[in-house]
């Protein structure tokens, strides 16, 4: 008989320090991704009463792995905290739990990896960034291959490994910056696999045209038969580099355009939109935000609204 670890939930939150119940911590070092020819770290992360309970839970799919639970892997020095604001969700009885599966960024060709597998598209340079010296790099139009290797590699192994509920109503995306682009790509592409998205700081600049072309040609007929909810916030002082000016106000205006677009695209798309006043492009903000997402798409009572 299996004797379950009672793990003893922190008092406080503190973004720099690892709390999680590493005992509940799986990871997969080479997982192979042949949509893309790669392999990567995977991390999943476990329910409280996973060992105690036959039951089945919902699944969250979330992107930059190594940030969303360990401090001492992000450059900021502070992670998420996914699995502390998880377990102390599911300790106060609103949530019964769920399975995160976070998956690691690319490390090829420095952050310019990453945004190649974060976006189905090629980056589309904004006027207010034709100066900066990384528009001038090719990058982006992997996104649509890393999204087929979730849905058509990662899930099945972890629904086959793991006790899940496989259903597109249980199995939730999720990231910030373009992990939030790539996140609401997947959402409003494949709703038949994933009914929720959280889309935290997203970074729009990268290729609006693409994105809100997206969003307009989605049928509203379609989305009837596929009812989506998401989870959208931004900071104020958001910005990818602080030597330049211009990208606070293109991450602000460019999420306010796209949540109103979304919360006018049709009844069966339920958006909420909040607007984090000084709230900065970092884990410790995505952080401090991440139990606004877990109530709104995880427990009962949380409707759609907007503050702007």
């Known amino acids: 008989m299996t004797t379950?670890?009672?793990?003893?939930?922190?008092?406080?939150?503190?973004?720099?320090?690892?709390?999680?119940?590493?005992?509940?911590?799986?990871?997969?070092?080479?997982?192979?991704?042949?949509?893309?020819?790669?392999?990567?770290?995977?991390?999943?992360?476990?329910?409280?009463?996973?060992?105690?309970?036959?039951?089945?839970?919902?699944?969250?799919?979330?992107?930059?792995?190594?940030?969303?639970?360990?401090?001492?892997?992000?450059?900021?020095?502070?992670?998420?905290?996914?699995?502390?604001?998880l377990d102390a969700l599911q300790q106060q009885n609103d949530f019964s739990g769920a399975i995160l599966v976070a998956?690691?960024?690319?490390?090829?060709?420095?952050?310019?990896?990453?945004?190649?597998?974060?976006?189905?598209?090629?980056?589309?340079?904004?006027?207010?960034?034709?100066?900066w010296s990384e528009s001038a790099i090719a990058q982006g139009g992997e996104g649509n291959a890393y999204c087929r290797f979730l849905i058509d590699t990662l899930k099945p192994y972890i629904d086959q490994h793991y006790r899940t509920l496989p259903d597109r109503e249980h199995t939730t995306i999720a990231g910030s910056s373009m992990g939030g682009f790539i996140s609401l790509y997947a959402l409003l592409t494949y709703p038949e696999t994933f009914s929720q998205a959280g889309?935290?700081?997203?970074?729009?600049?990268?290729?609006?045209?693409?994105?809100?072309?997206?969003?307009?040609?989605?049928?509203?007929?379609?989305?009837?038969?596929?009812?989506?909810?998401?989870y959208m916030d931004i900071g104020t002082n958001e910005s990818s580099d602080p030597s330049n000016p211009a990208f606070p106000a293109l991450y602000y205006d460019l999420a306010v355009d796209i949540a109103d677009q979304l919360q006018q695209l049709s009844p069966a798309v339920n958006c909420r939109f909040d607007v984090d006043h000084e709230g900065i492009h970092s884990e410790s903000a995505w952080a401090a935000r991440f139990p606004a997402f877990l109530q709104y798409c995880f427990t009962n009572g949380h409707t759609c609204f907007a503050t702007k």
């Open 199 to 230: 889309v935290f700081s997203p970074a729009f600049w990268f290729a609006e045209t693409a994105m809100k072309t997206l969003i307009a040609a989605t049928s509203r007929d379609f989305l009837m038969d596929w009812p989506v909810k998401i």
């Open 4 to 85: 379950a670890h009672r793990f003893a939930l922190p008092t406080s939150f503190d973004p720099r320090i690892k709390q999680y119940d590493p005992t509940r911590m799986v990871i997969l070092p080479h997982f192979a991704m042949p949509q893309l020819n790669k392999t990567r770290t995977v991390r999943i992360y476990l329910p409280a009463d996973y060992a105690e309970e036959a039951r089945h839970y919902p699944v969250i799919y979330m992107h930059d792995g190594q940030n969303v639970f360990e401090p001492h892997l992000c450059i900021s020095g502070m992670s998420w905290q996914a699995g502390e604001h």
């Open 103 to 131: 998956v690691d960024c690319s490390s090829d060709r420095e952050q310019f990896g990453r945004r190649d597998e974060y976006s189905p598209w090629p980056y589309e340079p904004q006027p207010a960034l034709a100066n």
